[in-house]
């Protein structure tokens, strides 16, 4: 067991807590505390989520935040030093040798100077004109647990209306958020982070973007969503953990489009 585990289990030993107790006022999933106790951070999702935790263990026990962290910090990125060996010099050549010409020297010069210029040379024909056509598209690593593009309350049987999508692309995106529950969660909008931490039942927060916004979540079901004015879906089942969860503008011609669609007549006889 790592030294932050122990730590963690004595703390919540010395207050006769159990896991499920933690598990359920935090509403963190309780094979991630095991396995926060037993020092299994492959078992984890990632740092920002372990962060997230720690933070939660620390405030139900009234504790540092930053003291469990470095723990963390120490035992997943050990300092390794090593000693610098001194670097020997260099021999000196015997007495009786020769030293080069000058015609050889610049001779010599002369052709590291011509091998610099073709360097140069080839290394600007690659960035200006060889390397935009063969740059191949980064690659995204898959993330844990991901959840796929959040979809709208949208008929998928209605076309989308070529106006509503239209007038959307100029448009800002509104992301409002209500949670009924302690969550935490993490909100990047255009790659920017706008909303990162542990919110409580009862409280709200709105981000703004250009394109998309990308959620990392703690509590699925802790929330509600709305999109630019217009309710969303469930993300999924209180305590639930979500990576990578995708709105953009997609998202939000698909409800203009649902929108747009005309009441269904009563059939007649």
């Known amino acids: 067991m790592s030294t932050l585990g122990q730590e963690l289990r004595r703390e919540r030993e010395k207050r ?3 896991l499920k107790d933690i598990s359920d006022r935090t509403k963190i999933i309780r094979r991630h505390l095991e396995a926060l106790e037993k020092g299994d951070y492959e078992a984890l999702p990632g740092p920002f989520f372990i962060k997230g935790i720690l933070r939660a263990y620390a405030k139900e026990f009234g504790l540092a935040e930053d003291h469990f962290y470095a723990l963390y910090m120490q035992e997943t ?3 390794t030093g090593t000693e610098a060996t001194p670097e020997k010099p260099a021999p000196r050549p015997p007495a009786g040798k020769r030293r080069a010409k000058p015609r050889r020297r610049r001779a010599a010069l002369a052709l590291g100077l011509a091998g610099l210029i073709l360097l140069g040379a080839a290394a600007a024909v ?3 004109i060889l ?3 063969r740059d191949p598209a980064p690659i995204i690593p898959a993330p844990y647990a991901a959840a796929p593009a959040l979809r709208p309350l949208a008929d998928p049987e209605v076309p989308p209306v070529v106006e509503s999508v239209a007038k959307s692309e100029g448009a800002d995106l509104k992301l409002e958020l209500t949670f009924t529950a302690e969550t935490w969660i993490h909100v990047a909008a255009d790659g920017a982070v706008q909303l990162n931490g542990i919110w409580k039942a009862g409280e709200r927060a709105t981000c703004t973007a ?3 916004f990308l959620l990392q979540i703690g509590n699925a ?4 969503l709305s999109l630019n004015g217009r309710a969303l879906k469930t993300l999924g089942a209180s305590g639930a953990v979500l990576t990578d969860v995708r709105i953009d503008r997609d998202t939000l011609s698909g409800l203009e489009a649902a929108s ?3 009441p269904a007549g009563k059939a007649g006889r």
């Open 16 to 18: 006769a807590v159990s």
């Open 77 to 79: 990125r050990p300092e």
């Open 126 to 128: 690659y960035i200006y």
């Open 131 to 133: 390397k935009p056509q």
């Open 210 to 212: 250009k394109k998309e």
């Open 221 to 224: 079901g802790g929330f509600a």
């Open 260 to 262: 747009d669609k005309p």
